[in-house]
């Protein structure tokens, strides 16, 4: 099953063509990592799967369905995106800032009410931010806050999760701990992935799968295994250098060495 489909998507700025006829299929319950360099499209790919950007050509299909036939609300009970950053208003507490998660299945009358739901709780107790739920957002450290935002994409109770750099700003300890978060909530939840990462290693990792982009084009895809070598640091990296994998307890890890 292949609940997000991009079908020759080409997307411009102006004369500056961004994607450029990119295909890309996204299985049902994997984890795919979009990897390149910056500028090479990976952000504008992912808010075009997320139906916030609609291409000059080409198209996207959720649930076989294309997505520009159908309405926002309805898209977002299918796609939360977890953006770079999400503003919130100063003094909003974590519960208010995570309720508004449920515009898509409340409306916003439903959202604004002092009420939680299910999805409202799971979401805070699922991100180990429950403790939290009545301090003021800008009072947390950036790990924290990013827990926070993550409860807030999850309280939309959507299927298929975006991530968009979710280890930005955040110190090697919490980049690991949002990045073990998101993978046991995709194994529990069952969830679809698609994250846009900078770290090999991390996208190594967590991925179940990686799709390379290059210049707007689709340059490797695959299991990291078979797609990160070599090859992939110079073509789509400009580096010289060598990629090891090593099975350490039962856990294959990459180490990249620059030549």
């Given at each position: 099953?292949?609940?997000?489909?991009?079908?020759g998507v080409h997307v411009r700025f102006g004369e500056h063509a961004v994607l450029k006829g990119v295909d890309l299929a996204v299985g049902a319950g994997e984890w795919l990592s979009l990897l390149g360099q910056n500028g090479s499209g990976k952000t504008t790919l992912l808010r075009v799967l997320a139906g916030l950007l609609a291409?000059?050509?080409?198209?996207?299909r959720l649930d076989g369905r294309p997505m520009a036939d159908l309405s926002r609300r309805h898209i977002a009970r299918r796609i939360a995106l977890l953006p770079q950053a999400t503003p919130y208003v100063q003094g909003l507490t974590v519960r208010q800032f995570v309720r508004q998660g449920r515009y898509a299945a409340r409306g916003p009358l439903g959202m604004l009410g002092e009420s939680d739901d299910d999805q409202v709780r799971q979401a805070?107790?699922?991100t180990e931010v429950a403790q939290w739920a009545d301090t003021p957002v800008e009072r947390l450290s950036g790990g924290q806050r990013q827990r926070v935002r993550l409860a807030l994409a999850l309280a939309q109770d959507a299927p298929i999760l975006l991530l968009d750099?979710?280890?930005t700003y955040l110190d090697i300890r919490h980049q690991i701990d949002v990045l073990n978060l998101v993978r046991d909530l995709q194994r529990e939840r069952g969830l679809t992935v698609v994250s846009v990462l900078h770290d090999l290693g991390q996208a190594a990792r967590y991925s179940d799968r990686v799709v390379a982009l290059k210049e707007g084009v689709v340059h490797a895809d695959g299991a990291p295994s078979e797609v990160v070598d070599a090859d992939?640091?110079?073509?789509?990296?400009?580096?010289a250098g060598q990629v090891l994998w090593i099975t350490t307890n039962g856990v294959l890890k990459m180490v990249v060495v620059p030549d």
């Open positions: 099953m292949t609940p997000l489909r991009a079908e291409p000059q050509d080409g198209g996207v805070l107790r699922d750099e979710p280890t992939l640091l110079h073509d789509v990296y400009g580096v």
